[in-house]
């Protein structure tokens, strides 16, 4: 009876097959890795982790909603490092991180103009940019690192990008619960929410409707590249250098995580606290396999078969849940 009541839940609510997982996962890290997983460090640390790769991901997200992917989030949160590192040297870190956000929404509207404008695939295009900048920013370090001096890593404002803690976590966390929060209420309550689905669902049903599908899908690809570059730029107040190699397969990770959250990847279904909790999944895998150990190497293996599994895992709860 408690399993055929919950059904219907799992059926309204895709994203609680991760959460399941993402439980079972914690049950058996925890007991498993001798107190070296389970500890108030790691937990920061993993959320961390998920901090910046959450960004990416709420980005991600709305991309998929409309029914596009982009993959070029990985450039993209390099570049914003990049940006952002460059300048903190020189004005002020919230200046620098305006400058790095104006950036990756650069970006995103150069994807999203290719797109709507030669109806190329965003598969396609968004591979090409992917190329491109991380092209450009190789170019531009030359194979060295970005480094912030350490006089300009002082103020608190560089503390409140990503350079310091709050209450034991990197004040990265607390602007993925902003964002976070902000999002919700735009997809929420206001009309850009139902339309971006809508484009999702059926592009040509809702141009019919008097949806400038064009326009949603250029909001939705400009507001992924401001997440990934402002998320790049968190990421190297964190760290105090950064490289042209920053933000390597993190798109393969953020691309991941919606799709483990229960996000459609033909597009009309999003979840956003599915997307998180997908990056908070992939981010304790990754502590786990370091933690215990796991040589470097084995590492992209390991975590690959892992989101297989819990992606077929996943699939196989709402497969369950619809059958009567």
């Not at 990985?74 to 991180?97: C, E, I, K, Q």
């Amino acid at each position: 009876m408690a399993l055929s009541a919950a059904k219907p839940l799992i059926r309204r609510h895709t994203e609680i097959g991760i959460f399941l997982i993402g439980a079972i996962l914690i049950v058996i890290f925890a007991s498993t890795s001798d107190g070296r997983w389970a500890n108030l460090y790691n937990i920061g640390t993993i959320m961390q982790v998920t901090a910046t790769l959450g960004l990416m991901s709420l980005g991600v997200a709305i991309v998929i909603g409309t029914g596009e992917i982009d993959i070029s989030v990985g450039s993209t949160f390099g570049m914003g490092a990049l940006a952002h590192l460059w300048l903190a040297a020189r004005v002020d870190p919230v200046f620098a991180a305006l400058v790095a956000i104006v950036v990756g929404a650069a970006i995103g509207y150069l994807n999203g103009w290719l797109i709507t404008r030669t109806k190329t695939p965003s598969l396609i295009i968004t591979l090409g940019t992917l190329m491109i900048f991380r092209g450009i920013a190789i170019a531009l370090t030359d194979g060295f690192s970005f480094s912030i001096p350490y006089a300009a890593r002082n103020g608190w404002t560089y503390s409140l990008l990503g350079g310091g803690d709050f209450l034991g976590f990197n004040t990265a966390l607390f602007w993925l619960i902003a964002t976070f929060a902000v999002l919700i209420v735009v997809l929420k309550a206001m009309p850009f929410g139902n339309r971006l689905l809508a484009v999702g669902g059926s592009a040509d049903s809702a141009h019919s409707r008097g949806v400038r599908v064009e326009r949603i899908k250029l909001s939705a690809f400009v507001i992924c590249g401001m997440l990934a570059a402002f998320a790049g730029a968190l990421e190297a107040g964190k760290l105090g250098f950064a490289d042209g190699s920053m933000g390597r397969l993190m798109e393969l990770q953020a691309i991941a995580s919606c799709v483990l959250g229960g996000c459609l990847l033909a597009g009309g279904r999003i979840s956003l606290i599915g997307a998180l909790m997908g990056a908070f999944v992939l981010s304790s895998i990754q502590s786990y396999l370091v933690v215990t150990g796991v040589q470097p190497q084995w590492f992209i293996l390991i975590l690959g078969l892992i989101v297989v599994g819990a992606a077929y895992g996943d699939k196989s709860l709402r497969n369950w849940a619809i059958r009567k």
